[in-house]
């Protein structure tokens, strides 16, 4: 056991609910990559294929092509941590616990400012190979807020051996995202004014919070249909009236819930009847500094498969680095929803005279073919893609 000094504010929130360790260990599980090659010659066969296009990437998309939700984070992670220059490197990371989405939604909010933390997942008490080589890569130079922690166990992901790390503990998603908030907080120096409540029963509608919970620093918190656990209310008093954004349609958050948050702070829902309008509904919500707004060109945007929840944690980093940019859904793989595309169709770039002088949109891909197929990858790039516009129209 590894006793690490935290900086005061940190410390009292992590008495309780953490727990400091400078070890652990466990067997690995070999989760499987597939990359682009590099260095191959134009007299390969099948040299552009492997090169990773068009699946890898097009001229306005780009794939974290993973096979299940472990290997897109590890992927991601490394995207937005590339290395070998200052400051390409995380101070700390999240490690969650692959069987339960909800904490990996929850822990979005650490690659918030300060921390800035991306997630890796883990499965049991082992740390895949993807997770455990990601790691490795990543070499976390640890959090001077955490007391020089590299790693924090969020629930019950194991120690990673070699590594400085802290704990976030909760005996279910409520109290864990609480956890969550309090450290969230801590971190920030004070509660935030806004705060995003999901349902824990419905992931499908809860995936885009994972977004703005990484960009904004605006905690997100779990209710049942009809039931604020006591957790998750104690944890909204905290945050002292805040404005809370129910995100979901009353078949996933009630009416009823909705009256009783009233008594903690302000209440706003941002709804979709359907996952996928659900999630557009976000994009385009604004309500002063809260929510995207994202009714014009000029933006970046991560798309993932509904079916897969911990996909919204691992892409979270997108939505908090390089283009930033709201999570989208589908629910079929091999088909672009007609609301997703006439929504890319509003926020189409245009130009005039030059393209060279209007703004451009970019997508990034989460998943395999299986989440989302090469010819909707083809389709969104197109949608994406900068167009000439007719004066006068």
């Known amino acids: 056991m590894v006793r690490l000094r935290l900086a005061p504010t940190v410390a009292a929130v992590l008495a309780g609910a953490v727990a400091l360790a400078g070890c652990g260990g466990g067997t690995t599980k070999t989760t499987t990559v597939s990359t682009p090659q590099l260095g191959k010659s134009g007299t390969e066969t099948q040299a552009s294929q492997q090169l990773g296009f068009p699946g890898f990437a097009t001229k306005n998309t780009t794939r974290v092509g993973g096979a299940d939700p472990v290997a897109d984070a590890a992927a991601v992670a490394r995207a937005v941590y590339p290395g070998g220059a200052p400051g390409t490197q995380p101070t700390a990371v999240a490690l969650v616990a692959a069987s339960d989405w909800r904490s990996?939604?929850?822990?979005?909010?650490?690659?918030?400012?300060?921390?800035?933390?991306?997630?890796?997942l883990a499965d049991g008490d082992n740390l895949p190979q993807a997770s455990s080589d990601a790691l490795g890569a990543l070499a976390p130079t640890g959090a001077t807020e955490l007391g020089g922690a590299q790693v924090i166990r969020v629930g019950t992901a194991p120690a990673p051996a070699g590594r400085r790390s802290t704990s976030l503990a909760g005996s279910d998603p409520y109290t864990l995202a609480a956890a969550i908030d309090r450290l969230a907080s801590a971190l920030a120096g004070k509660p935030s004014r806004a705060v995003v409540v999901v349902s824990a029963e419905d992931p499908a509608y809860a995936m885009p919070a994972a977004a703005?919970?990484?960009?904004?620093?605006?905690?997100?918190?779990?209710?049942?249909?009809?039931?604020?656990?006591?957790?998750?209310?104690?944890?909204?008093?905290?945050?002292?009236?805040?404005?809370?954004?129910?995100?979901?349609?009353?078949?996933?958050?009630?009416?009823?819930?909705?009256?009783?948050?009233?008594?903690?702070?302000?209440?706003?829902?941002?709804?979709?009847?359907?996952?996928?309008?659900?999630?557009?509904?976000?994009?385009?919500?604004?309500?002063?500094?809260?929510?995207?707004?994202v009714v014009d060109p000029g933006h970046g945007l991560v798309f993932a498969n509904a079916a897969r929840p911990l996909d919204a944690?691992?892409?979270?980093?997108?939505?908090?680095?390089?283009t930033y940019g709201p999570l989208l859904?589908?629910?079929?793989?091999?088909?672009?929803?007609?609301?997703?595309?006439?929504?890319?169709?509003?926020?189409?770039?245009?130009?005039?005279?030059?393209?060279?002088?209007?703004?451009?949109?970019?997508?990034?891909?989460?998943?395999?073919?299986?989440?989302?197929?090469?010819?909707v990858q083809s389709r969104i790039d197109s949608l994406l893609e900068i167009s000439q516009v007719k004066a006068g129209h």
Do not use: C
Request: hydrophobic share 45%.
């Open 104 to 120: 990996g939604l929850a822990a979005s909010v650490l690659m918030s400012r300060p921390l800035n933390a991306p997630v890796l």
């Open 313 to 322: 944690a691992a892409a979270a980093p997108l939505s908090a680095s390089g």
């Open 212 to 293: 703005w919970a990484a960009k904004s620093g605006d905690p997100i918190l779990f209710v049942r249909r009809n039931e604020i656990p006591g957790a998750t209310y104690a944890a909204l008093q905290t945050h002292e009236k805040p404005h809370i954004y129910v995100l979901g349609p009353v078949a996933t958050v009630s009416r009823g819930v909705e009256r009783a948050l009233r008594s903690v702070g302000s209440v706003t829902r941002i709804q979709g009847a359907d996952p996928v309008g659900n999630a557009i509904a976000f994009a385009r919500f604004s309500d002063g500094t809260f929510g995207w707004g």
């Open 329 to 375: 859904l589908m629910t079929d793989a091999a088909t672009l929803p007609v609301p997703l595309g006439q929504y890319l169709l509003d926020i189409q770039p245009g130009y005039q005279r030059d393209p060279v002088r209007g703004v451009y949109n970019h997508g990034w891909l989460i998943g395999d073919a299986s989440a989302i197929s090469l010819p």
